[in-house]
């Protein structure tokens, strides 16, 4: 297991939008679709994607859900 002080929060943006990434592929669905089961906006999404925004937790499980997964699995390490 990885420690938690080997990790910035830049590297928890870039695991989330690497994994949301990976899921919206998975599903075959676009960041608008997303963005419309969410409630969230594109752009706002596709900020979280390449890696600009720091996003809440709240909002993690909005797209959590939206992505049809959890978001624990959007933060984990694959």
Same mark, same amino acid.
């Given at each position: 297991m990885i420690a938690m002080d080997q990790f910035?929060?830049?590297t928890f943006r870039k695991i989330l939008a690497r994994n949301?990434?990976?899921r919206r592929a998975e599903l075959d669905i676009?960041? $608008?679709e997303v963005a419309l089961r969410t409630g969230l906006t594109q752009?706002?999404?596709?900020?979280i994607e390449r890696e600009k925004r720091n996003v809440t937790l709240d909002n993690i499980q909005k797209i959590a859900l939206a992505l $049809?997964?959890?978001g624990a699995e959007l933060l984990?390490?694959?």
């Open positions: 910035h929060a830049h949301m990434r990976i676009t960041q $608008e752009a706002y999404l596709s900020g $049809e997964t959890t984990n390490i694959r």
